[in-house]
């Protein structure tokens, strides 16, 4: 043998095992297959968990022989059962235990509602179906709900016992479960109905636990005590059958009547109970088993179902007892021999699986055999090998992949909390830019008229150039804070006169709107070696915070002491402002995050906790909704904690900047004295209207000196203050904001425009928000214009006029002649249909001579002003102008057109006389009512 050969054949050989390793593969598949179809159980596609702990032994019995009776309709569900034995712990192990199990559905039935709430939820959040069965548990987060409505059934007990006992008598209530809401509910229910009836009175209560044993023990501890009641009334028919038994011990010759709840058929049971007149009565209560069954297949198969399903009640007694005992023992003889027939026909089909199951075994074995039991071997091991090489390369990789979709997720939230954080510093710039660009256009259109308002504008420029620099050296130190190059120097410094120097820059604010103010120590001195810059923007940032969200007359402190190990000085920032919600408070010191309603960059706060850290500090924020704000400072004392290079040897002569007096965090901070004598003067009354609605009051005060020489102005701060005051105004013109506090300026525009009350007047989005997608967004709210800031405010001015000077021609051509026709072409849905509804009410109320402004207001759901000002915006006269010339258009018509006499023609027309419409009629067209219609005959 020459080499070549046997290196082919040492090429042949692995090719022949791998061939044969396919064909013993694909055996082993064919097999795999075969015996999963030949298995019973793989019919079955969906597995369900019932725990049940609700009623007594035969109710409990009853639901489960009626949920494997419908379940015999269902090959393809599984039902496993687990009994709690009214244990709400043992009831919870039951449902975790099937949350682990992973089935497709839960059925719970719980024992009582608050200690079970908690695993259904836990379930449902999982991705579990639940279906809540008699007893409700105290959250919605359940797929659907069958059971009988127990309120329903105690008001129909209550009913039925008022009648028995014609109306007057005295009952024992033996209660269920306390905590249960079936107990509670049944107890409401039936305490309703008697009420009633005050001759019938619940004498007293007996706990029975809905077990018969219980109530028996229970009850000979109560009758030693009563003298005597008329009728036991029980939660169920166990403790009512087994009051019936004690009564006739203690009671031997008192008649006492029995009526109890469930009435479930068989022995021992409710039904059974009256038949042999142990109870005078039981109400069906059914148990839900084959309800729930079907809804559960209806929910594991993707079908629609309902979510409440309330069972119906009956009352059972003498009168149908037998009716009801005979169908009853029909259907349970009917449910028993399904389940015993599918029993029988599921053993038939293991037998059949079974013998299909060895015929394959027998077939594959013979087949392997002829492979060979050695090839197959070694073929699987190095399959085997193979392919935990490759699970382990799989899970490599997918854990790589789990990596990367986690570092890209963390990556895009960055970069979206990054662009909202350049949105809104855009927005900061560009109202300040306004503000300067404003002034110094005007400064600019006046010439060398400037004396007037020359130091208001220059001081409102200043103060807004301030502003930008002070966002600038916030991204500066954010900046510097990024790239770890922020250097604390520290110096000793007496922190006391340091925070009353800070505080002084709000005492005028705080003055004027009656805020309580004020610093809390008994600290006369403490030297604290600090950095003065970075603790100044710390607390002044606090502060305007705390101003910003406190009303007037609120209340601000800081409190400063020392703890108790004289190792730490601590500062308490304190209000009682509107507070923050928890999800604010969990996101309050993340970069970039503002929350919902709030404007500015969003690191103000963050910046403050990195600078009182770079001091080994903390700062800790507490809040509640509505009752105020606290922001905790804690520093430490001495300087061990700082390197060398951080401390300053000399002791630094720090002031506070003077621009910090000027900077403006919120409205409620914004010194307007500046405006003061521009309010107080007097300004005459306008034709038209604006109204703007912006958070800034610089920018109000700003645009509304430049527009109040020419309309009158009405200002809001907010979205709701603005639409409230565009209902009482309604104005010509409103100028908007978008990022506004409550309601922001999308949602103003949209409400305007969709209110029939203020669709007609146009409405300006003036905002720094100047993407085409935010622009597209302001027209679909239905705005008329979109200006970006920072604007030129003669575009803004000119813009007014067109809008008025377009509304004025489109009402001018649509009131011409009083057209008493429909209106079809006016530019708006809404001011189309207030026009044609107004015309044709006028229409309809032509001939009521008390027809007037009040009753058009009613019908139309309007203010009487409203109306006024609506109908005087869109026709372009007044209300009563347009039913006068209605009316004597209408007279004009029937004049020409019938032999009506000129009394007649007036009472048609809504004239209270004739002589009033002869001098009406003579005053609008220069002749009489007589002279006019002789006039026209002698032409004819």
Sequence with gaps: MNPGDRKSKLYIQPTVMLNSVKLVLLFIVALALMMSCSDPQSSVRFRIGFSQCTGGDAWRRQMLVAMQGELAFHPDIALEFKDAENSNAQQIKDVQYFIDKKVDLLIVSPNEAEPITPIVETAFQKGIPVIIVDRRTNSSMYSAYVGADNYAIGKLAGSYVAEFLNGKGSILEIWGRRGSSPAIDRHRGFVEMLGKYPDIKIVDEVNGQWELDTAKSELRKKLNQLNNFDLVFAHNDVMAYAAHGVCKEFFPGNDISFVGIDGLPGQGAGIQFVDDKILDATFLYPTGGEEAIRIASLILHGQPFEKENILHSTVIDSRNVRVMKLQSDKIMTQQKDIVRQQEKINEQIEVYYSQRILIYILLTSLILMIIGGAIAVMSWREKNEANKRLEQKSQEILEQRNTIASMAEKAELATQEKLRFFTNISHEFKTPLTLIMGPIEELLARGGDTKSNAKENLNLIKKNATRLLRLVNQLMDFRKIEDRKMMVRASETDIIGFIEDVMSAFEKIAIKRKIDFQLITDIKQLSVWMDPDMLDKVIFNLLSNAFKFTNDKGRIHITVSIDSADKNVLILVEDNGIGMSQDYLAHAFDRFYTGENVTGTGIGLSLSKEFIELHHGQLVLASEKGKGTRFYITLPLGKAHFEDYQIVSDKLTWSRKNEFDVLVEDNALIDTSAFSQLEETFVPQKDHTVLLIDDNAELRHFVKGRLQQQYNVVEASDGVTGLHLAYEVVPDVIICDVMLPGKDGFEVSKTLKGDLRTSHIPVIILTAKASIEQKITGVQTGADEYITKPFVFEYLNERIKSLIRNREQLREHYSQDLNIEPVSTLPGGLDKKFVNDFQSLVEKNISNAEFNV???????????????????????????DYI???????????????????????????????????????????????????SQAAEI
């Design 884 to 934: 006068g010339n209605v009316r004597l258009k209408k007279a004009k018509h029937l004049l020409l057109h019938t032999d009506k006499t000129i009394s007649e023609i007036s009472a048609e027309v809504g004239f209270s006389s004739p002589t009033y419409f002869s001098t009406t009629f003579k005053a609008k067209f220069h002749v009489s009512p007589k002279e006019f219609k002789a």
């Design 854 to 880: 009040n009753e058009i207001g009613r019908e139309l759901g309007m203010s009487r002003v409203q109306v006024y000002r609506k109908v005087k915006a869109l026709l372009g006269c007044s209300v009563n």
